[in-house]
């Protein structure tokens, strides 16, 4: 008989999402759960990796075992996942060694500035498409292999296993049977060279990490194994992966070159299709592998900025001028401009383009007439001038103007973030009625494999738009505010000290 949905297992920074998606690619059941992040130090984020596991696998139950579905109609099952998150495990009990050390995490600046340094730049840049910096899995597995007592040795004997979240997911879910992870979440790592699809021996040299903890790596669309946990009711094929913001593009079905997704999500995440040959960037951004699909690799650039709708969260819960992160949208309209006030959210240090891991939040420009809503007008516009500063990295690497940027992510809902976007980057924002693009990307991966959709025309079908939003600010305006964010985010650049460390 033919089954009807394909589970869709979206990990994120903040919440486990598990998604049964139909057919025609519309959300039939969802279930979420945040879970806890661990702040120990200025500058460190950790995740509890059980945590995550059972967050995850809990929510993936509540679906399975829904009242209104028939888990036996389950074709597949498709994982995405928060990205470049560290988790170091022991092959045998299968017990993480040391918390999972989360994208986010601050740890290894000084590590990646001795490798900066010492001029490894263009190297790592030419095998990997990333630039130098802690964001990436490297040193955070050379800090656990340096700091947890015994690490090293245990993992030179091939006791451990490293994965990033997908890897660690897979793990769990086949008891231990399956050590693998896919081309997207590998190319996060800067240890995986993108041209020759492979784990790269000087770099694992170079950054201290020995081959054997590491695991196989597979297209986004293949079969990677079988759920046989106890907590898992019935057996699903796992047949997709992809690293979220990857898996986004591809729900967003910007499967040609050229076309262009943002998320604003915790971060924020502008990811262009380059085609069927990487990109190198001169404007510091990131090549990275789109997807491996049906035998044929896809590359990206993109831009990752590390704080988006966090700094919103961080209005909330840090400051308490917002009851709710949607609350952003009422109290910004209370103003009619931003009153001179500029908010570089480098609250984690700053990401593309910028790059500068020592950079930290900058609030400017306040005076005596200064009130909260120029404040969360300014922190709003803090994350549509970031965005702004990738996608003009990208038109100045591609030589493409964008027309339309396709968006996503918890916070499109906030319509005064979309207007700013149109208006500053003067490009057509579209919002698309399914908002879950991540989780419906590995949905499409997991289906394609099984054969439950049989191809992209298919899909293309699927995608409906549900607002555009244009440019309606004087552009004279648009280019002045933007000179004023430069002078912004120029203060708050190199702002903590960096102490030198040499790691020979
Ligand atoms: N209406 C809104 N306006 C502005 N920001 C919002 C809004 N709703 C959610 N957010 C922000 O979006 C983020 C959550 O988006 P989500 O895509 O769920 O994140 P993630 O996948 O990174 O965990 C939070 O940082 C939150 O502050
Ligand atoms: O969990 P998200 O949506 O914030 O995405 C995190 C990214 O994958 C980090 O690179």
Not at 488 to 497: F, G, P, T
């Amino acid at each position: 008989m033919e089954k009807k949905y394909i589970l869709a297992l979206d990990q994120g920074t903040t919440s486990s999402r598990a998604i049964l998606f139909d057919k025609k690619g519309e959300i039939i059941e969802l279930a979420q759960e945040e879970f806890t992040q661990y702040y120990p130090k200025p500058g460190w984020v950790e995740h509890d990796a059980n945590e995550i596991w059972s967050s995850q696998v809990k929510m993936a139950e509540k679906i399975v075992s829904s009242t209104n579905i028939n888990a036996a109609d389950i074709a597949a099952m498709g994982i995405t996942n928060q990205r470049e998150t560290t988790i170091i495990w022991d092959r045998n009990t299968g017990e993480p060694i040391y918390n999972a050390i989360v994208w986010q995490d601050r740890r290894t600046a000084e590590i990646c500035d001795f490798y900066k340094d010492s001029g490894y730049s263009p190297r790592v840049q030419n095998k990997t498409g990333l630039l130098i910096d802690a964001y990436f899995s490297a040193t955070k597995i050379k800090w656990i292999l340096d700091h947890v007592k015994g690490a090293r040795e245990r993992a030179q004997k091939g006791e451990l296993c490293f994965g990033t979240v997908d890897s660690w997911l897979v793990w769990k879910f086949t008891e231990g049977k399956v050590h693998a992870t896919d081309v997207t979440n590998a190319s996060r790592t800067m240890l995986y060279n993108i041209h020759t699809l492979e784990w790269d021996s000087e770099l694992l040299d170079l950054f201290d990490v020995p081959y054997h903890i590491l695991p196989e790596v597979k297209s986004c669309s293949e079969h990677f194994g079988d759920t046989t946990t106890d907590e898992i009711s019935t057996e699903i094929p796992i047949t997709g992966i992809a690293g979220d913001q990857q898996a986004a593009l591809f729900g967003q079905l910007c499967t040609k070159e050229g076309m262009a997704k943002n998320t604003y999500g915790t971060g924020c995440f502008l990811v262009m299709n380059t085609g069927e040959t990487p990109k190198t960037s001169k404007n510091d951004l990131l090549t990275t592998i789109a997807w491996s699909c049906n035998g044929k690799i896809n590359y990206a650039l993109e831009g990752s900025i590390f704080v988006g709708g966090a700094a919103i969260q961080w209005l909330r819960d840090g400051l308490g001028i917002l009851r709710s992160a949607a609350e952003s949208e009422e109290v910004a309209l209370t103003v009619s401009d931003n009153g001179g006030v500029y908010f570089v959210p480098a609250l984690t240090g700053l990401g593309a383009p910028h790059w500068d891991q020592f950079a930290r939040g900058t609030l400017i420009g306040i005076t005596r007439g200064t009130n909260r809503g120029h404040i969360v007008r300014a922190a709003l516009e803090g994350i549509n001038y970031q965005v702004n500063d990738v996608l003009k990295a990208i038109e100045a690497d591609t030589g493409l103007i964008t027309r339309e940027l396709r968006v996503d992510g918890g916070a499109v809902a906030n319509n005064v973030l979309m207007q700013y976007q149109a208006d500053i980057s003067r490009c057509k924002v579209v919002r698309p009625k399914t908002l879950e693009t991540t989780a419906l990307g590995a949905a499409y991966f997991a289906g394609l494999a099984v054969g439950f959709w049989k191809s992209l025309n298919e899909l293309h079908e699927q995608w409906q738009e549900d607002r555009v939003f244009q440019a309606k600010l004087f552009a004279s305006k648009a280019l002045k505010n933007v000179g004023e964010w430069k002078k912004a985010v120029d203060r708050s650049k190199s702002w903590v000290e960096s102490k030198h460390v040499n790691v020979t």
